[in-house]
């Protein structure tokens, strides 16, 4: 089993719409989480850290399930330029800066 | 702010071969990482240097790869030999202290 799972997509949905990613991660003693974007052949760009409370920025709502062991990122009014792939991105418990990635998401936002 | 840069951004070698990839971190940030994604893999971890010291090296694949931060600043990641299964991109990111990192563009290593 994967640490950190993530339905690979793609996603493909119409301007406008509003689209929902998950992740589930399997060490429940993680501590941190974040969201990352990678466009196509470019980096991982840190898109947002998941805080238990839940934290949104924007048309961006990242939600955090420690019960289930689970993250969900939602995107709002999606633009053409959120076309990407969503790594949802969790901390190794046992070495704190270790971060473990999971295969991604990909977004296709079309006109 | 400069971010974290790499070189080469391609390299092309034929196994056997040497090569050493570079990274400059953002200035200031003590902490450095290197990472790999291979065809068709998610990005793993592979060490951490805060400083110039060795923190955690679990995912380093073998002892063909070593790592150095002399002087605490840019880091190499040197490959010797390069085997087939070494193919991958190799991203490193830097971080001030806790858990954001930030990375650089990476260098896609083809080993033929």
């Known amino acids: 089993r994967k640490e950190v799972e993530q339905d690979p997509g793609p996603f493909n949905v119409p301007e406008g719409a509003t689209v929902a990613f998950n992740c589930t991660y399997s060490?429940?003693?993680?501590?941190?989480f974040f969201w990352y974007r990678q466009d196509c052949r470019k980096e991982p760009k840190l898109l947002m850290s998941v805080y238990s409370s839940g934290n949104e920025d924007g048309r961006f709502t990242a939600q955090l399930n420690r019960a289930s062991q689970y993250i969900s990122l939602l995107i709002r009014d999606s633009k053409l330029s959120d076309s990407a792939t969503y790594l949802c991105?969790?901390?190794?418990?046992?070495?704190?800066?270790?971060?473990?990635f999971g295969s991604g998401t990909r977004l296709l936002v079309r006109p | 702010e400069a971010g974290v840069t790499q070189f080469p951004s391609h390299s092309v070698i034929e196994k056997g071969q040497t090569v050493t990839l570079r990274c400059d971190p953002i200035?200031?940030?003590?902490?450095l990482y290197w990472y790999r994604r291979v065809m068709g893999k998610e990005i793993k971890f592979l060490l951490h240097?805060?400083?110039?010291?060795?923190?955690?090296e679990s995912g380093m694949p073998n002892n063909r790869f070593l790592a150095e931060r002399t002087g605490g600043t840019y880091s190499t990641l040197k490959v010797q030999p390069a085997e087939l299964e070494d193919s991958g991109v190799y991203f490193c990111?830097?971080?001030?202290?806790?858990?954001?990192?930030?990375f650089g563009p990476g260098t896609r290593l083809t080993v033929t």
């Open positions: 060490n429940s003693a993680s501590q941190s």
């Open positions: 200035s200031g940030h003590d902490n």
């Open positions: 991105v969790v901390n190794n418990p046992d070495s704190s800066y270790k971060l473990i």
């Open positions: 240097f805060v400083k110039e010291s060795k923190q955690d």
């Open positions: 990111a830097s971080s001030i202290q806790g858990y954001e990192q930030y």
